[in-house]
């Protein structure tokens, strides 16, 4: 297995890329960590005539925290730094907790935050955490700079609203509130595979489990994450108790409209769906009490 033939840039500077991309426009894709680009070249299921490697842009790999709490981190950033760095343990333990289902250590070791997010894999667990979370990624060409909300990244089966000649430099992650309590859940066939459906929720709770609202996002259930609006609609403004997360795993189920594939039917997917998603909501609140013990 060996790649088509093609060219290969190693630029030095953010401008430098952005040229390249300007010039090879759709004939070029950028290389950061390579854990997906570089099998599908090699299977040449890939064939770009311009590889763009931006591994020497230093300036795109850090991880800091605004005045106002907000994270932003560069798109370069590996996956593994982000996993051990502690001011993402302290001021945003959802990322941290999810960042070791990313795959396995050797994965993650080379694998950066923006590489996944651009490949855009609707079983990847990152698009999923930013679509819960409500980030921002921030895009820029040779001409200019824009800001787009997760919500409108993410297209379809690796689609995304980036274009030809931009490059993700840095992905924001909005305040971690204090009231905000997170589970995640994922059903994989093996620990590093792929999840066949995982769920990420964050909510907002009071001391009685009284929630106050509700993020739920689903993946590997369609072409891109998903949050299933009508399960959000009916945690806000309920205690949640069992009978109420057993009502939210029918109402998942049957929001969903995943596809089947090799890995597992459509209507798997609904299924464990409802059962992924009731248990992230659970974690979630058990989250919160043990929150309340200390």
């Known amino acids: ?16 890329a952005l040229d390249l991309l300007a010039r090879y426009s759709d004939e070029a894709k950028i290389l950061a960590g390579g854990q997906s680009l570089m099998p599908l070249m090699n299977m040449r299921l890939a064939r770009p005539h311009v590889l763009v490697d931006i591994n020497r ?5 850090h991880i800091s925290l605004g005045t106002d ?21 302290t ?20 694998g950066t935050i923006g590489g996944s997010i651009v490949h855009a894999d609707p079983a990847a667990e990152l698009p999923a955490v930013c679509l819960a979370l409500e980030a921002e990624f921030v895009l820029r060409s040779a001409v200019g700079q824009r800001t787009v909300k997760a919500a409108d990244f993410f297209r379809t089966y690796l689609t ?8 993700l430099v ?8 204090a009231q905000w309590r997170w589970g995640f859940q994922e059903i994989c066939r093996r620990e590093g595979d792929f999840a066949l459906v995982g769920a990420v929720a964050v909510l907002q709770l009071d001391d009685d489990a009284m929630c106050r609202a509700a ?21 806000s403004g309920q205690r ?19 596809d089947s594939d090799i890995h597992a039917s459509a209507e798997y997917r609904r299924e464990v769906g409802g059962v992924v998603a009731r248990r992230a909501v659970a974690m979630a609140i058990e989250n919160a009490g043990r929150r309340n013990e200390r």
């Open 91 to 110: 001021h945003y333990p959802l990322l941290a907790a999810v960042m070791p289902a990313l795959g396995h250590f050797q994965i993650r070791n080379r």
């Open 69 to 89: 709490g907000a994270l932003a981190i560069g798109a370069l950033t590996r996956q593994r730094a982000i996993e051990r760095a502690s001011l993402v343990q």
């Open 160 to 167: 995304t609203a980036i274009e030809p000649v931009e490059m």
């Open 1 to 16: 297995m060996k790649p088509a033939p093609f060219e290969y840039f190693a630029p030095t500077d953010i401008s430098e």
């Open 170 to 177: 840095d992905v924001r992650f909005p305040p971690w509130q």
């Open 240 to 258: 949640l108790d069992a009978r109420v997360l057993d009502q939210l795993a029918h109402v998942v189920a049957a929001e969903l409209e995943p």
């Open 215 to 235: 993020r739920l996002t689903m993946f590997g259930v369609g072409g891109t994450p998903v949050r299933p609006q009508r399960a959000e609609d009916m945690l």
């Open 57 to 61: 842009l230093t300036a795109l790999s």
